[in-house]
Nanobody, 118 residues
């Protein structure tokens, strides 16, 4: 069982930056793929990116490539999402998720709101 708690969301202007964090419980954090997803009002959940257990591999959704960076600190059981050059269309609730494969995420956080004003 993994429990996840996101933080770091807020209101930012277009072009600004935010860093989200996701604190995970448990002793096996480094065995999990960790993903970021987002969901805007009235839209389906969207894949933002994922990082492998040792942090050596990352994948990003097309809409955030080159602007967002995922990282993790396994010593602190923490996942990060650095978001730069934010746009109004990045406004959403952002969720972190954990899974033993890149395709399936049984564990989810409660989400943190990111709002980008134009």
């Amino acid at each position: 069982q993994v429990q996840l708690v996101e933080s770091g969301g807020g209101l930012v202007h277009t072009g600004g930056s935010l860093r989200l964090s996701c604190a995970a419980s448990g002793r096996t954090f480094n065995t999990y793929y960790m993903g970021w997803f987002r969901q805007a009002p009235g839209k389906e959940r969207e894949f933002v990116g994922v990082i492998s257990g040792n942090g050596g591999t990352t994948y990003y959704g097309d809409s955030v490539k080159g602007r967002f960076t995922i990282s993790r600190d396994n010593a602190k059981n923490t996942l990060y999402l650095q978001m730069n050059s934010l746009k109004p269309e990045d406004t959403a609730v952002y969720y972190c998720a954990a899974g033993l494969t890149r395709a399936t995420y049984p564990y989810w956080g409660q989400g943190t709101q990111v709002t980008v004003s134009s």
